[in-house]
């Protein structure tokens, strides 16, 4: 009895100094951004001994459909949680998240270390703080160098317009087996150039869908050109018709069977890493067509207020670690080509390395650039459903010649409705 | 002494009795326990929660605190929204053009099996039923292919009867040409037009569950007692009357019951156009193979209002109570009473 007492004394002792000497934390991250968030663990492990961080990695839907779950059962929250854009703007609605701009987070002095718009994505119109950015996606266009050389067009002639990669993808679609079907296209699908089309030329205080105000900006010249350009792509048949992420999609990038794709920069480190690895050198990335710029995708960090309240201290730490550490950011730049979030970086000698992948072309100063000229776009609650509604409208005037007017008419309609219920 | 131990022994006697008599009176709760603390945890709450929820309104992001209670709104919501007229006419479209199929081929198909095919019935009802028990995600993934614009098995199969040599000859000539104007001359878009998205997963769904239906009828078929059949071959029934006469109005108690699994069934139909037809527009372009379920799901988790959704399925329940109503008013009392 008495050697079951010590047994018993021993085991609560131990398990009481363990967890005294080990915090842990949990992370969750979806896949490819788990590819740096991994190592960035690891190396905060090193750094702090008794704090030990699980990465919990899912791929990318059913990562945020988990955190959905765990937000409104209050149960499983991770102490620190990854968002990617697309689904930021669920998240911007009260309660979410902890409003770092509050103690003891105060993330408001750090402001200043980051690009303009990245910081505003992750933030509310009324100033909460929800999330820190850690990859920022500048938006290129990557290219084939051998489809441009073999139609003796250069890629500065081609993106000086929209209008300009029209006349440049009439000639670079086409047959080249003879059998009557086109096997090389301009690009995969004409819903990119849309996509690519509506984030140009945002005013301050507006979004891609909703202004500060909250009015819907779906009915303007800004949707009417996209839906028109897109329009005239699918019609010329110079788009594949391929949806991004299917393996499709990937088949046309191994096979050079588009020569175009519009994409934040974090498509380099696909491309190289699992998607095309044989096209090393045979990419090029420019500007976007008609002197646009704008931020494709992107990446967070936030702590759920469902979090145990004890780790949160730490979970900011962490946060702050693959945030603010410039070396973190330039491990996360290096392992997949995730733009770096801090200002200070663009300066850094790394940013003139030249890209193999790219044909040595010094793709990071072109990166560098495109993010100084983006203007800040709001982040607005109803973003997900507009853009479920908007392409859907896109669809029907692709596949169904619906005329654009009265598709984008009824789109703001659905928007409206639904925004109303928004709270 | 004597006096006090038999008192012990007879303590001890009424209390093992009482013991016994317990647990004769509750060990019967207990051994069903089980099953009702499942059913109260996972069939009961959901049912009254969903029901609560269905007057709340509430953004899950939000945690469970952000309840609101809102009355009628969300049901409103749903009954003013274009969007769940239309995910009602899509299941209702496919719902009535599947089953209908099912149903059309299913019968006569288990009458062949039955009473023609004998022994090897069971090898064919079991290759019918494979479908039905395949994972709907693998059947989904192998549809896609089939209903590939280009190289899809179903393209090629039209493409190759349209360029055959008779319906060229027709097409060529003036007087055949209308008599083939039907056949497509070029590969058909199913999933990629709204209007064959319907067409395509109602094909898909026929494949599935016709065979579930064979089974049900194999089974009701074989219960018929073989001296009707006999009986009416010496009075020289051929094997149509003796369908037509003996097996359908027999068949009627199954016919009904089959029907009205069709009915729940294919208004609830969720994973096979949610994966055929995608959910980003949900159903497909125009939203033209959205069902009840699939708008319900949208409602909950892409839009974020777990109220209306609740509604949702609460307005769900009730068409189908309606429409088993229905069928069973048409169908039912008659039916059942036949056997009678």
């Known amino acids: 009895m008495k050697r079951l007492i010590a047994v018993l004394a021993i085991g609560f002792l131990s398990i009481t100094l363990s967890s005294a000497w080990a915090q842990t934390l949990t992370v969750s991250t979806f896949c490819s951004l788990c590819n740096s968030t991994r190592p960035l663990a690891e190396a905060y492990m090193e750094a702090n001994p008794g704090v030990e961080i699980i990465v919990n990695e899912l791929e990318y839907g059913d990562h945020h459909n988990n955190l959905v779950t765990a937000l409104a059962t209050g149960e499983g929250a991770p102490d620190v949680a990854a968002v990617e854009i697309g689904f930021i703007s669920k998240f911007v609605a009260d309660g979410g998240f902890e409003d770092l701009s509050q103690a003891p987070y105060n993330a408001g002095q750090y402001e200043e270390l980051f690009a303009d718009y990245a910081w505003a994505q992750g933030s509310t119109p009324d100033g909460r703080i929800i999330t820190l950015p850690v990859d920022i996606a500048p938006g290129a266009m990557f290219y084939r160098h051998d489809r441009f050389e073999e139609v003796g067009v250069s890629v500065d002639d081609a993106i000086g317009s929209w209008d300009d990669l029209i006349a440049f993808g009439k000639e670079v679609t086409r047959d080249l087996d003879g059998d009557g079907n086109n096997d090389v296209f301009l690009i995969a699908d004409a819903a990119d150039v849309f996509e690519g089309m509506i984030r140009m030329g945002l005013e301050e205080g507006q979004g891609k869908y909703f202004d500060n105000e909250g009015n819907v900006l779906v009915n303007t010249e800004r ?201 | 002494m004597a006096s006090s131990s038999s008192m012990v022994k007879q303590e001890e006697s009424t209390f093992e009795t009482r013991l016994f008599a317990f647990q004769r009176k509750f060990a019967p709760y207990l051994f069903i326990a089980p099953f009702f603390i499942l059913f109260f945890i996972f069939g009961f709450f959901p049912l009254l929660f969903s029901m609560y929820l269905s007057f709340q309104s509430w953004n899950p992001i939000q945690g469970l605190g952000a309840m609101e209670f809102v009355g009628f709104e969300n049901y409103l919501w749903v009954f003013t929204d274009p969007d769940f007229y239309k995910s009602l006419y899509n299941t209702l479209w496919i719902g009535v053009v599947s089953s209908t199929a099912q149903h059309i081929v299913a019968i006569p198909l288990a009458f062949i099996l039955v009473l023609r095919l004998k022994q090897l019935r069971h090898l064919f009802t079991a290759a019918y039923f494979v479908p039905f028990i395949t994972s709907t995600v693998a059947i989904a993934i192998v549809f896609n292919t089939f209903f590939g614009t280009q190289y899809g098995v179903l393209n090629q199969g039209i493409l190759a009867f349209s360029n055959s040599a008779p319906i060229e000859f027709l097409r060529a000539s003036s007087w055949g040409s209308w008599l083939v104007a039907w056949v497509p001359e070029e590969p058909i878009r199913w999933l990629g037009r709204a209007k064959n998205i319907k067409p395509a997963l109602a094909i898909l769904v026929f494949w599935k569950y016709f065979g579930w239906n064979t089974v049900l009828y194999s089974a009701g078929l074989a219960t018929i007692p073989k001296e009707y059949y006999d009986a009416a071959e010496i009075d020289g029934a051929n094997a149509l009357q003796r369908f037509r006469h003996i097996s359908l109005p027999l068949l009627r108690p199954v016919i009904f019951f089959a029907i009205s699994l069709s009915i729940i069934g294919s208004m609830q139909l969720f994973d096979e156009p949610f994966i055929l037809a995608g959910s980003n527009p949900m159903g497909g372009i125009n939203n033209a193979g959205m069902t009840v379920a699939m708008y319900l799901y949208r409602e909950g988790f892409n839009y974020n209002q777990m109220g209306s959704a609740a509604a949702t399925s609460w307005i769900l329940f009730f068409v189908i109570g309606i429409m088993t109503a229905i069928q069973f008013a048409i169908n039912g009392r008659e039916g059942l009473d036949s056997r009678g």
């Open chain 1, 223 to 423: 949707f009417h050109e996209a839906f028109r350009v897109a329009k005239e792509i699918r019609d010329a048949g110079l788009d594949a018709q391929i949806g991004a992420w299917s393996n499709e999609w990937y088949q046309a990038f191994k096979d050079g069977a588009v020569a175009v794709q519009f994409s934040g920069a974090w498509l380099e480190g696909s491309l190289r890493d699992w998607m095309a690895p044989d096209t090393a050198g045979l990419w090029g990335a420019s500007n976007l067509p008609g002197g646009a710029y704008a931020s494709w995708g992107g990446s967070f960090f936030g702590i759920p207020v469902a979090a145990d309240d004890a780790n949160k201290e730490l979970a900011w730490d962490f946060i702050k670690f693959m945030v603010l550490n410039e070396e973190s950011q330039l491990s996360a730049f290096d392992t997949i080509e995730a733009f770096p979030s801090l200002k200070s970086l663009k300066t850094d000698a790394r940013m003139e390395e030249p890209s193999a992948f790219l044909n040595g072309q010094q793709a990071r100063l072109l990166y560098a650039d495109i993010i100084d000229n983006i203007a800040g776009t709001t982040t607005h609650p109803g973003d997900v459903i507009a853009a479920e509604i908007v392409g859907g409208a896109l669809s029907q005037v692709l596949n169904e010649d619906r005329n654009i007017a009265d598709a984008l008419i009824d789109a703001e309609r659905q928007i409206t409705r639904q925004a109303r219920r928004l709270r």
